[in-house]
């Protein structure tokens, strides 16, 4: 079965609910948001990247695997 706090979800594999803990959402205030909507592209890419970096630091093997994937799926549909 599927496991939520207190035992298994009854709705099992049908179940689209996710039981697993997720940290809290990030929400900006109205200054960050007319701050962020202020940048163009290029400005957002740089300010964003970073945080998306150290995000992807602990994902580098899995983020190469999927690069090989997509490369011999890219590969086998030439041919």
Same mark, same amino acid.
């Given at each position: 079965?599927?496991?939520? $706090? ?7 594999? @049908? ?5 697993? +803990?997720? @940290? #809290? #959402?990030?929400? &900006?205030?109205?200054? /960050?948001?007319?701050? &962020? /909507? @202020?940048?163009?592209?290029?400005? #957002?890419?740089?300010?964003?990247? +970073?945080?998306? &970096?150290? $995000? ?5 093997? /899995?983020? &190469? ?5 997509? #490369?011999?799926?890219? $590969? @086998?549909?030439?041919?």
């Amino acid at each position: 079965g599927h496991m939520i $706090k207190n035992g298994d979800c009854d709705a099992g594999a @049908s179940c689209g609910f996710c039981h697993l +803990p997720h @940290s #809290k #959402k990030v929400r &900006l205030n109205k200054h /960050q948001r007319q701050f &962020l /909507q @202020s940048l163009d592209a290029g400005q #957002k890419v740089a300010f964003i990247a +970073p945080m998306i &970096l150290q $995000k992807m630091e602990g994902f580098s093997e /899995q983020v &190469l695997l999927v690069e090989e994937l997509k #490369k011999a799926l890219e $590969k @086998s549909e030439r041919e």
